[in-house]
Structures are given as structure tokens and as C-alpha cells.
């Protein structure tokens, strides 16, 4: 069994490669084709749809809306029940079961049976339940269902096979356990009662036995009314009447006396000797007013009564505060002796249970520890020690503690770095917790044969990221990372800038790491990425930081006539990639004097800072704000260790970095990607109808905005695919509007604002030196951002309707009407850089919003030394080919259909202590396409997957061998290609909720299968697949 991989986030087992500008293949709508196959390709399929039975293994996170609770204090297990009809079954850190009613109703009440494996639920739908929880998938052995009375409480004495059912009607049943069928013994209402009584004592809302003598039940009525019932006798022996509704009972375990709370917020004592009124009754929290009247309290939802041999009695209560006090939050209250003491709660109580040291109610109780439940988290207070310290909790019940904004699951991990995370992450524990074990420790647990290292990685609102390791049944924290500690405290602003305040300027968007080099990177909120390395070892450490100005500039904008005269880029030399220039951008560059608009969104520590172990933050890039506009936020990433390079865009174009020489590499728009070979005509705006529509967007936005935004741009850009694609007369209008001359270029902004020489055209075609920091850089120039995308000059079926469904008409909303080509997807990897090259070169793959793919060859020297001095070249080489929507993955398949990964350098720790007599070399790890397969050929498969549609390109050559249109009536959200029972297949999440897998088939198509998957509230699940 091998469990489904990146479903949900898309990220990378596999690795790129690709190459240049072929026309793009077409396809009618749903129906697969094919060019003419290389004989060599022959991709050996196993895949077949019986592999695909998907079932749920085990859920993450707090249990939704929870509404019971119960404890087994011999084995140690816990259960809570939900309003959905589920029950959570938790032990020991890996112990951990979840079960569902079929009715779905909602669970009032759980009773263990105590040490003997078995559960009985009451739910809501007033049906019993008889749960065996000894097998491996616990089960429902009986059920008993009432159909005249609603279940109102339930008590299994410990070692007795009696269930005693109370109902809304004020009757009293007792139910065989072991049969789980009633018994026919039923303490009705009006025997409980004096015959004399005329009113109805309400509903059962207690029942316990009497520690003293099992045979005596007593009998808590809603109204007030308590009766201690005879079961031998069949009688009454005593009968209560107080003038206060009762919400609960608690003995003392001598027999001879108990405690009830009351809907007043009081505490009443009784003595057995004499039941006429209470010996003792107390307003914990009701103060004596200056009339000389207590205040009114709320109700004391629950009280729990227990003895201790060597100090006073525990009476720990829920509720009672004054009415006085509004906005407190839940308390749970805890008197002993004289003290008392008041836990606030961050969410409302739902249940609490004292765990005591016996299960036996006769004995002293001894109680250690308190489990309360909360309604979106669980805590354990610690009774042992005076100042209640809480217990630190082994389960990820509040996944959430800062809101989660971005997630990606890692399979497959080197084994020694779920270990070294966790040994790092115990060292930064958090202070103040009980020191002793976590008392729910029941159960056994133990690794499957089949587990490999898995983790997850969160980010949240607040900058955290968390990484927990998924190998076991439960999520186990294993190292947290705040990144905001590279950034100085944001200061108040003033101004515009007030207005554009960020309530959470470090929110993560997205991450991508590397495992086997241990390279993490990150992207928040305010357009900025941080890049760690990650060291056993603490150091004092100055973060660089790097400032990209990749900005539209309505000034530059650049017109038809202009652009005749444009150099642009386009194929050159057969070999290898040509030399492209680089953009420097020293730390200091691109803030210029004088222009306070030209700042990062957030400022980075600019001194020394100590770091610990862990995660090290190295390199901060940043965009900048630009004329008094905020930067666009950053819609890509990939990094990759071997080349060490780090590539990111947003809608207005793309940059890459050298992290190991700090030094911007390529800094350009989207539209200066294409160079002459742009599919596209492209008509500008005027730079007023540009600044006007522009100043209004903000990057630095409040999470939920940005929340929405995102599900905005989603729906806005499946509509403008499904609702615009017909229509003729719209098509009409758009080719009208198509300037007749040839294309227009445009130009992003570079890191530095000084004019540029235009770049000379040698015979292989443009060529760009690398400038170093003292050398005059490039000047501003205009992204595409500022262009209008219309019809492309060859209007084939497909390129007609993807183009138009882009188009921005007036049926699309103004937020969306503005929407650029945006950079969707980066990959970086081996492959081949122009169609006549012979070996595979470093290149990256760039897949934007309208569907264009494109290819950037690189040449990177391979020698040590030359690598940390002397320059990488970089330049675009043109389209790969379209899709239809925008481009969501890249990965790559060797000629015999197996997945190549991307190359990686070997960690090693960056603070070790050096030897002198050895000189530290970077080992890397490559996976060329020509080394992965033998025999078959030269070239391998590039699998790109479009929101539409996915296509199957053989490299060098680019020709596209297999189209398949995904959905019609949907669009795929996440997409990424996996290896399932020893074979590939490309794993597609809908928006509808479903989940295609298409794999690659002998009949020259690809082929999908659908299946659905409910996600429900909070919880998250695996799938697995056979």
C-alpha cells in the first residue's frame, strides 16, 4: 500500500526539463489525440483503474464540534464523541481511532466499559449503541433504539452489567448490557416521586449509583427533585425537593454525603443522616452587593466531587460567574481547601472529567489531573502541582493555533530528517508546562511495513511554519519556525501607507524544499522570500537581503512603432544557451535617495543576530514599492540545491536568483519571455486609464481579503473559460481591436533605475553579459502588465479559444479585468535547452496564465570554484507550447516512462567546524534524462498540466505526442504527477471535489479515472492507494 502522494498541494517528486517555442497541439474538446509516436517510445503500463480504490486511513486535527467525553482509567483511552455522529478514540502518541455512526446523529453521551475494550454511545437520533473497540476497525455489536422516550443520561456503574437509561419523560430504564436489550425493570416518574406531588419533575438529568451500596440509584430530576431509588426494594428511600433546577451530582466516596450545582450558580451540600435542606450551600463566585443581596451568577453546569488521603477535597466546577462580568471568557474553577483557583479558557467548556487513580467510587479518589473539552481544543490541567500547570498535548488538536494559510506534504524523505527536526524542535519546547508524562497513554502502537517518512509542512497566518512528521497515525509536531524574526518590528504608519497596514504582514503564502539538501524557502504575504539553511550548530549570522523592482511603469509605455526597432529574443545557435546578461542587484541597489516609494513592504534586521540551531535564515528578496504602488504579490517558486538557483514571478513578470553568489540573475517580464516568438498581439493602454486602474490594487492586504481574492480569480477565470469561448461576435470585436503591425515588446523593471543601451544582435541572436555591481545597470522598463492580450495572429481552434477565454471583457469583474499574465508554475531541471541540442543542459520551465509554456536554458559552470565566481548565464529561448488555462505543473518522464527527479546537492552543515586539511566541496546529486535510461533513445517526456487540459511533449524535439482535455464542466485546482504501484500517473484535484488520476496508455492516449473525495470542517484525511 503506498499512500497517495500531493494530491492537494502540488509539489515536486519530479523534476523539469523542456525546451523551445514548437506550435502548440490541438484537440477538440474531450477527445484525446495523437501525433506519430517515435518507435522508441513504449512506455510499459501496469497501472489499471482497480488501483485506484481510495479509502480513508486516518484524520488529522480536532474533532468537529464535540460533544461528549469519556475516560477508561484503566487503559487510559479517551473518546469523544461529535455533533456529526463521529467518535475520536485517542491513547499514547500514535494511538489514535476514529469512528463514525451511520446515522450521522449527533452523540449526547459515552460510557466505557471500563477495561473490557467496549464503548456505548447515545446518540441523539435516541438510539444506543454497543461499541467493541478490540478489533482492529472497532464496530457497532448492538443497538437499541427508543421510540416513545428521548435519551436524556446514561450511567454504567464500573463492573456492572446493567446500563441504567434516564429519558426526557423522567423514567429511568435499565438495559442488559451484555443482551443490549431492555430488562423490563422501569422506575417511573410518578413512583420516584410522592404520589401527592402534582407537577412533573422534568427531565432525568443524573444518574449514579451510591458508593456505599451499589443497589441504591440516585435519581436527579431537571426541576430540583432528587429521589434515591431502591432497586432490591423498588422504592424510594429518600426524596429531595430544592427550589433550584439541577444540572449535576457529584458523591463523595464514603456514601454519605454529595454535591449538586445548581442553575443559580450555587453549591449544595447534603447530608444522607438528614435530607430536609442542605447542611451547606455556597456562591463560589457570588459576591454580597451593597443592598446586602448576592449577585446573580450563571449556572454551574457541572461539579466533580473528589477526596484526596493527604490533602482536602477537590470540588472542580464549570460556570457559576457573575452576570456582572461580561466577556470573560470560560472558566473552569478548582477549590481545594481554601484556595481557589480560576483557569480562563480560550474556547467555551463543552465537557470536563476529573481522572482519579481508581476506577472503584468507594475508594478515595486521588485525583491527578483534569480533561477538559473544549469546542476546538483539549487540554489536561495537572492537579499534582499547586499552580495547575497544564499538560503539554502530544495530539495536533489545534493545527490552527494561528490560522493556516499554506500547506505541502513531502513523501518519501531522507530517514535521518524526521529524527534531526525533532531533536532540534525539542530543544525550543515552550516553558511552563507540567513536567510529568501525558496521562492518556493507553493503547499500543506500532509501525506498519509499509510506512516510509512523510511530513507536512504548515504555514500560518502569523509567519510560523510548522513541519510534522505524517509517518504515524497522528501528526506529531516536530520543529516550528517563526519567520518573522528576520524582519524589525513593523512600525506604525502614516499616511496612505496607514491604510495598506497588513494585520498579518508575515503570512506565508507558499514554501518549497528541498529534503535531501535541506534548502527551504519561503514566500509571504509582503512580497518577500527567505531563503534557510538549515544547521545543527547556533551562529551570529547577518541576513543579505536582496531588492527587485519587478513593477509595471505606465510612463514606459511603448508603442507598435517603437517596438520595429526592439531587439527581441528569439532561437539562436544550435548548441548550447547563449550568454544572456545578468542583473545585478547589490543589497543597497534599487532604493535610490530621495524616493521613499522605492522600499520593501517590510524592513529586514540589518545587524548581527544570534541564531539557534535549526532552520538559519540566509537570504531575504523583496520586492519593492514603485511610484506609491505596493508590489504584486509573488504567484511562483521553485529552488533548486544542485544549480543553486531560486526562480519566482507574479503577474508581472519573472526573476531568478543565485543564492549561493547573492546576485539577481534575470529580472524581465512576462512579455519580454516571448521575444518575437510572442503567440500574441498585444495592444497598450494609455498610461492614465493604466495608473488610475492600478492605484487602487494593493498587495498588503488583510488575510481574509486575500482569502477571498483568491477564490475570486478562481471563479472569475473558470467562468471567462467556459461562458466566453463561443462567442463569435465578441471574436469579432477583438480581432478589430489587433494592431496590424507586428508585435509589441514590453520590458519589466529592473533592479536599478538607470537608462540601458539596447542590447546588440550578434549572428546567434541577442546576447546579455553579466554586468558586475559597479557597472551601469539596466534601465526601468514596461511589463506586460500594461498590455491588453488579444487574438494570436494564427487562429487554430485551440489558440482562438484559449486566447478569447482570457480576453477581458465586460462581463468579467474590474478586479479580474486587470489581471496580468501572471507566472503560474516554475521547474527547474535537466533538459534540453533548443531543439537541435544534443545533451541536456540546466533549464527552467515557466508556465504563465494564458497557458504558454516556456523554456529558459542556463549554463552554470560545474567546477567548485568556478561556481562561486564565475557568472551563470541565462536566457529565454521561446514557447515550449500552449494549453488551455493556466499552467498548474511540469514534470518529467525518462523514454521508458519513469519519473525523473531533480537534481539536489548532498546536505552539509554550513556552521561544522572546517578541517584544514580538507577543502569543502559541494556533492551533487544529478538525474539527466540520458543517465536514467538505456537503450531507449535519446530525449525524455515532459507531462505539463494545464487548469483544462494535459499534454505529452518528447524533448528535443517538442513535439507533442498526446493531448487530453481534463474537464469541461470544471478546472483542476492542483495537479502533479506521482508514482503509484511502481508506475506514474498525473494526480489532478477539481474544484468539483474530484480527484482524477490519468495515466499514460498503451493506445497512445491518456486515459482518466474520477473518484470523489468529501472533505468535511476541520479535519483533513490520507488516501491510500493499492
Request: proline share 7%.
Amino acid at each position: 500500500m503506498k499512500k497517495f502522494r500531493k494530491v492537494l498541494d502540488g509539489l515536486t517528486t519530479s523534476s523539469p526539463g523542456g525546451t523551445i517555442g514548437s506550435p502548440s497541439c490541438g484537440s477538440a474538446a474531450g477527445t484525446p489525440t495523437s501525433a506519430a509516436t517515435p518507435k522508441e517510445i513504449d512506455v510499459q503500463e501496469t497501472l489499471v483503474s482497480e488501483n485506484f480504490q481510495l479509502c480513508k486511513t486516518v484524520r488529522h486535527g480536532f474533532p468537529y464540534q464535540p460533544t461528549a467525553l469519556a475516560f477508561d482509567p484503566v487503559q487510559k483511552t479517551l473518546a469523544i464523541g461529535s455533533r456529526t455522529g463521529g467518535i475520536r478514540i485517542l491513547g499514547g502518541p500514535g494511538v489514535d481511532c476514529y469512528c463514525q455512526h451511520e446515522s450521522g446523529a449527533a452523540v449526547l453521551q459515552l460510557q466505557f466499559l471500563i477495561n473490557e475494550g467496549a464503548l456505548v454511545t447515545a446518540c441523539a437520533d435516541d438510539t444506543l449503541h454497543l461499541w467493541n473497540l478490540r478489533q482492529r476497525r472497532p464496530a457497532v455489536l448492538h443497538s437499541l433504539k427508543f421510540n416513545r422516550e428521548r435519551i436524556t443520561f446514561c450511567h454504567l456503574p464500573f463492573q456492572s452489567k446493567w446500563l441504567y437509561v434516564g429519558t426526557e419523560r423522567g423514567n429511568t430504564h435499565i438495559v442488559n448490557i451484555e443482551s443490549f436489550v431492555l430488562s423490563g425493570y422501569v422506575i417511573n416518574w410518578n413512583k420516584a416521586i410522592e404520589l401527592s406531588t402534582k407537577t412533573h419533575p422534568g427531565p432525568v438529568v443524573h444518574l449514579s449509583d451510591s458508593p456505599k451500596d451499589e443497589g441504591k440509584l440516585l435519581i436527579g430530576f431537571e426541576s430540583g427533585t432528587i429521589v434515591q431509588w431502591d432497586l432490591r426494594g423498588k422504592k424510594a428511600d429518600f426524596r429531595i425537593y430544592y427550589d433550584e433546577a439541577i444540572h449535576s451530582v457529584g458523591w463523595h466516596h464514603e456514601g454519605k454525603q454529595f454535591m449538586c450545582s445548581h442553575s443559580d450558580g450555587s453549591l449544595s451540600m447534603w447530608n444522607l443522616r438528614n435530607t430536609t435542606k442542605p447542611f451547606q450551600v455556597t456562591f463560589p463566585h457570588g459576591k454580597i452587593q451593597k443592598d446586602g443581596r448576592k449577585e446573580s451568577c450563571k449556572p454551574i453546569l457541572k461539579v466533580e466531587y473528589k477526596t484526596s488521603r493527604n490533602s482536602e477535597p477537590f470540588v472542580i466546577f464549570s460556570g457559576g460567574l457573575s452576570y456582572d462580568k461580561a466577556g470573560r471568557r470560560p472558566t473552569l474553577t478548582i477549590m481545594h481547601g481554601k484556595a481557589i483557583t480560576v483557569l480562563e479558557m480560550d474556547y467555551p467548556i463543552v465537557e470536563f472529567m476529573a481522572l482519579c487513580e481508581t476506577p472503584y467510587n468507594n475508594e478515595v479518589q486521588e485525583p491527578y489531573a483534569v480533561v477538559v473539552l473544549l469546542e476546538k481544543d483539549l487540554i489536561v490541567v495537572d492537579l499534582t502541582q499547586s499552580n495547575f500547570p497544564v499538560f503539554e498535548n502530544p495530539y495536533p488538536m489545534d493545527i490552527h493555533e494561528s490560522p493556516v494559510t499554506c500547506t505541502a506534504y513531502f513523501a518519501d524523505c531522507p530517514p535521518d530528517i524526521i529524527p534531526i527536526l525533532y531533536s532540534i524542535g525539542a530543544k525550543h519546547k515552550k516553558t511552563g508546562y507540567s513536567q510529568k508524562e501525558w496521562p492518556v497513554a493507553g493503547g499500543t502502537w506500532t509501525l506498519g511495513s509499509h510506512t516510509y517518512p512523510e511530513i507536512i509542512v504548515t504555514g500560518h497566518a502569523d509567519g510560523s511554519i510548522k513541519f510534522w512528521d505524517a509517518s504515524a497515525i497522528t501528526l506529531q509536531m516536530l520543529y516550528k519556525l517563526k519567520t518573522s524574526k528576520a524582519f524589525e518590528k513593523p512600525k506604525p504608519a502614516e499616511g496612505r501607507a496607514a491604510e495598506l497596514v497588513e494585520e498579518d504582514p508575515f503570512a506565508i503564502q507558499m514554501v518549497s524544499w528541498c529534503p535531501q539538501s535541506r534548502i527551504f524557502c519561503v514566500v509571504g504575504i509582503s512580497a518577500h522570500i527567505i531563503l534557510y539553511r538549515f544547521s545543527k550548530y547556533d551562529a551570529n549570522t547577518q541576513i543579505v537581503s536582496l531588492e527587485v523592482r519587478l513593477q509595471c511603469e505606465a510612463e514606459d509605455v511603448i508603442s507598435p512603432s517603437e517596438n520595429e526597432n526592439n531587439p527581441c529574443f528569439s532561437e539562436s545557435s544550435p548548441h548550447s544557451p547563449q550568454p544572456h546578461q545578468q542583473y545585478p542587484a547589490s543589497p543597497g541597489s534599487g532604493t535610490p535617495e530621495g524616493n521613499k516609494d522605492s522600499i520593501p513592504c517590510i524592513k529586514v534586521k540589518d545587524r548581527m543576530v544570534r541564531v539557534p540551531p535549526g532552520y538559519q535564515a540566509e537570504l531575504v528578496i523583496q520586492l519593492l514599492w514603485v511610484d506609491g504602488e505596493p508590489p504584486q504579490q509573488i504567484t511562483s517558486l521553485d529552488i533548486n540545491s544542485a544549480y543553486g538557483l531560486l526562480a519566482f514571478g507574479n503577474c508581472n513578470g519573472l526573476a531568478v536568483v543565485d543564492y549561493l553568489q547573492k546576485t539577481i540573475l534575470l529580472c524581465m517580464s512576462t512579455l519580454d519571455l516571448y521575444g518575437a516568438a510572442d503567440p500574441y498581439q498585444r495592444l497598450t493602454r494609455s498610461p492614465r486609464r493604466n495608473r488610475q486602474s492600478t492605484s487602487g490594487k494593493v498587495c498588503m492586504r488583510g488575510m481574509s481579503n486575500f482569502y477571498s481574492d483568491s477564490k475570486k480569480r478562481i471563479r472569475t477565470s473558470y467562468q471567462s473559460l467556459t461562458e466566453l469561448s463561443d462567442n463569435q461576435q465578441s471574436i469579432d470585436m477583438e480581432r478589430s481591436k489587433s494592431p496590424t503591425s507586428d508585435h509589441v515588446n514590453g520590458h519589466c523593471t529592473s533592479p536599478t533605475s538607470q537608462p540601458k543601451p539596447r542590447v546588440p544582435m550578434g549572428p546567434e541572436g541577442p546576447r546579455l553579459t553579466r554586468r558586475g555591481p559597479g557597472r551601469p545597470p539596466f534601465r526601468k522598463a514596461q511589463s506586460a502588465a500594461c498590455m491588453e492580450i488579444s487574438l494570436p495572429v494564427s487562429h487554430t481552434e485551440e489558440s482562438r479559444e484559449n486566447s478569447f477565454s482570457r480576453s477581458r471583457s465586460s462581463s468579467v469583474s474590474s478586479i479580474d479585468r486587470e489581471t496580468k499574465e501572471a507566472i503560474t508554475t516554475l521547474q527547474f531541471g535537466e533538459s534540453f535547452g533548443r531543439k537541435s541540442d544534443a545533451l541536456p543542459t540546466p533549464c527552467l520551465w515557466v508556465g504563465t496564465s494564458l497557458g504558454m509554456v516556456l523554456l529558459i536554458p542556463m549554463s552554470i559552470p560545474t567546477v567548485h570554484e568556478e561556481r562561486m565566481e564565475e557568472p551563470v548565464t541565462i536566457g529565454p529561448s521561446g514557447t515550449v507550447l500552449m494549453l488551455k488555462g493556466s499552467v498548474l505543473r511540469v514534470s518529467f518522464l525518462d523514454c521508458m516512462g519513469a519519473l525523473i527527479q531533480s537534481p539536489h546537492e548532498v546536505w552539509r552543515d554550513p556552521n561544522a567546524p572546517e578541517d584544514p586539511d580538507r577543502v569543502r566541496r559541494r556533492k551533487l546529486i544529478n538525474f539527466s534524462p540520458s543517465s536514467s535510461q538505456d537503450n531507449c533513445g535519446e530525449g525524455h517526456l515532459a507531462v505539463v498540466c494545464s487548469e483544462r487540459q494535459a499534454k505529452v511533449v518528447l524533448m528535443p524535439s517538442q513535439s507533442c505526442l498526446f493531448v487530453h482535455n481534463i474537464t469541461e464542466s470544471s478546472f483542476v485546482l492542483q495537479a502533479d504527477v506521482v508514482s503509484v504501484s511502481n508506475s506514474v500517473c498525473l494526480a489532478c484535484f477539481c474544484a468539483n471535489g474530484h480527484v482524477m488520476t490519468l495515466r499514460y496508455y498503451l493506445k497512445e492516449e491518456l486515459c482518466a479515472f474520477f473518484y470523489v473525495l468529501s472533505f468535511s470542517h476541520y479535519e483533513g484525511f490520507y488516501s491510500e492507494v493499492d
